[in-house]
């Protein structure tokens, strides 16, 4: 590798930049799926009744006990099988998706878990149901504890939506291939171009995160300034 | 008689649907191969197979929708009906025949071995014990390695991709990489002077385009006319003369000015005839 390699990849930079733009559509899609789906899963597993506790366990165990691509092959592939023909993105969406809520229900259990049960009482005697006590004391604080533990698998589903080429949908590690294919010799500059990109996009996300960790705390809950 | 309007109707309208919807077919590709199939600088499908496809959907009246997918997953893909035709160059094999059908055979292709230039190694060099060769997982290159070298006192090392095993080579961490000899050609033409060709190895493989098992939607008899046609006229042999010598910044030049021809005025052959004089120097 020399220096001439680092100005053929110039004009590469857009293509790559399309590239990661389907990743970060990837992660939006997935994050946020994994977020709802987690935190139900997470109440469901505290606060519901035993059989459906059991349930969400027995979610969490599939889908954090698979391998990814695995559960890619599972969707896009499956799917189709019983007359489902998703595209490769949503499936891709819905497999890391998934995937991510069991990860997700067990950082939101942990919070949920780590709020006093004494709140849940004091909630209580105030005259709050049981339902709205878990909406308005329990899980406002717990969503809050759990942004630390959040901001990792923000991170590590983030790479994770390189997989998604596995079942072919064109992100950047493809649009990578594509250039490398053409170019042999920029294969390693184009692969720390990429691993760059991915660096910013961690930084600028953990960034936020602790932004909005900062923003919404409650001085004196967390138990330091 | 209204009903008999009604009825009439709906018959016109149903035999000018039938004649104007053409079947639409789904082609699988891993679109990095080239000159076979890839991505030109601009991002558009071009190489080998993929024109030839174009061009007998044209011929048999047929249209296809070409998409990018991963090798290994393409035979899976059409099992799942996931697509309909795979054209990747994909090597006839009694093992890949057991699970998809497979078109006449459209190409010969045989194995080159690359190695470092200077490094004075011959065949006989190569495949002797000791020797390490790298060839990309999956591929003719590296059951060839396995199968007729190993047991020869040769250590295989298989890559994902195949410019992976030649950036290894050029590291010196192996001493010579099969692959096909058309890709092969192409690595020496991007690594001038550093690798070479030392030996073609004769391995008698042949491509096809593929389909699912049984081919129950009779897409094979429309390859293999289209196939005879492009032959019959000589846009196959044209098609072979621009893709397979030239370099790929200057095919794909070609590409970009001629395409309306085939893709427009739906003519392959003035396409084909386009691509070679836009190429002569």
Redesign the interface.
């Given at each position: 590798m020399n220096l001439s390699a680092w100005t053929e990849i110039a004009?590469h930079i857009p293509?790559l930049l399309r590239g990661i733009l389907v990743n970060i559509e990837l992660l939006l899609g997935l994050i946020s799926l994994g977020l709802g789906v987690g935190v139900v899963t997470a109440l469901v597993e505290v606060y519901g009744p035993r059989p459906l506790g059991w349930a969400a366990g027995a979610y969490t165990w599939f889908f954090r006990g698979v391998p990814e691509i695995v559960l890619l092959?599972l969707f896009?592939?499956g799917l189709?099988?019983f007359g489902v023909?998703v595209s490769a993105f949503f499936a891709a969406v819905l497999a890391l998706g998934l995937r991510s809520s069991a990860y997700q229900a067990q950082i939101f259990r942990g919070a949920l878990q780590s709020i006093p049960h004494g709140q849940m009482m004091a909630a209580r005697a105030l005259g709050l149901g049981r339902v709205k006590a878990i909406a308005y004391v329990i899980l406002p604080q717990a969503l809050r504890l759990s942004l630390a533990g959040w901001s990792n698998e923000f991170s590590s589903v983030l790479k994770d939506t390189t997989l998604a080429?596995?079942?072919?949908v064109?992100e950047v590690m493809?649009q990578a291939?594509?250039i490398?294919?053409?170019?042999?010799?920029l294969?390693?500059p184009i692969y720390i171009t990429v691993a760059l990109m991915f660096l910013v996009l961690t930084y600028v996300g953990n960034v936020a995160i602790g932004l909005a960790e900062r923003r919404l705390r409650v001085p004196g809950l967390e138990g330091r300034r | 008689m209204k009903n008999v309007g009604v009825a009439l109707l709906i018959a016109v309208l149903l035999a000018g649907g039938v004649a104007a919807a053409q079947p639409k077919y789904v082609v699988l590709s891993d679109?990095?191969?080239?000159p076979f199939e890839?991505?030109?600088?601009k991002?558009a499908y071009l190489g080998f197979d993929l024109d030839v496809m174009r061009a007998i959907a044209i011929l048999e009246g047929f249209e296809i929708e070409i998409?990018?997918?991963?090798f290994d997953?393409i035979i899976?893909?059409i099992i799942?009906?996931?697509g309909d035709i795979g054209a990747s160059g994909f090597t006839i094999t009694d093992e890949r025949a057991l699970v998809v059908s497979f078109s006449e055979a459209y190409w010969n292709s045989n194995q080159a071995v690359v190695v470092r230039a200077g490094s004075g190694l011959d065949l006989e060099k190569i495949v002797s014990p000791g020797r390490i060769l790298g060839a990309q997982r999956g591929t003719t290159g590296s059951f060839w390695i396995e199968d007729e070298w190993v047991p020869l006192g040769v250590t295989l090392v298989e890559y994902e991709?195949y410019?992976?095993a030649?950036?290894d080579l050029l590291a010196g961490r192996i001493d010579a990489v099969v692959q096909d000899v058309d890709p092969s050609k192409m690595?020496v033409l991007?690594?001038k002077g550093q690798i070479e060709i030392a030996a073609i190895v004769d391995t008698g493989e042949q491509f096809g385009f593929l389909v699912a098992k049984g081919d129950p939607k009779g897409i094979l008899p429309k390859i293999e006319s289209g196939v005879a046609e492009l032959k019959r006229t000589g846009a196959w042999d044209l098609l072979i003369e621009a893709y397979f010598g030239p370099a790929?910044g200057a095919i794909e030049a070609a590409w970009e000015k001629c395409i309306p021809i085939l893709l427009v005025e739906r003519d392959p052959l003035r396409y084909a005839q386009c691509l070679v004089a836009e190429l002569k120097p």
């Open positions: 004009p293509v092959f896009y592939f189709s099988q023909p080429w596995g079942i072919g064109v493809r291939s594509y490398r294919a053409r170019n042999f010799t294969t390693l | 679109i990095a191969w080239a890839w991505v030109s600088e991002g998409r990018d997918t991963p997953s899976p893909a799942a009906g996931r991709t410019p992976e030649i950036l690595a991007q690594y790929l």
